[in-house]
């Protein structure tokens, strides 16, 4: 399961927010050997529990910079995580060192 956080409530003029085409980001993902299944997920919409379920199982996680990507400290530590930014922030890349994330 390679998750992808998107995060609808971002105002559609601000583009550091906007992520445009998941759909050919997923079919791009799907055509990567040993991918078999990629699920975009918007943990906005869905219980603790029901995020903490999914970012367990996750292998790969890939989003834009902000508050979703905290959870990548309940991912297990041989999963990858890919941080989409404009910038060169770093918060999320001490995080994922510290819990030992690729």
Do not use: C
Request: charged fraction near 20%; aromatic fraction near 8%; hydrophobic fraction near 45%.
């Amino acid at each position: 399961r390679q998750p992808y956080i998107s995060h609808p409530r971002s105002k559609v003029g601000n583009f550091a927010r906007v992520m445009e085409g998941l759909d050919d980001l997923k079919n791009n993902l799907l055509n990567i050997s040993g991918v078999n299944e990629v699920e975009i997920v918007r943990f906005e919409i869905l219980s603790f529990r029901e995020q903490l379920r999914i970012i367990r199982e996750a292998q790969i996680l890939i989003g834009n910079h902000g508050a979703g990507l905290t959870n990548l400290a309940f991912m297990d530590p041989s999963a990858h995580v890919l941080e989409i930014t404009a910038g060169t922030l770093d918060f999320f890349d001490y995080l994922a060192q510290w819990k030992g994330i690729h």
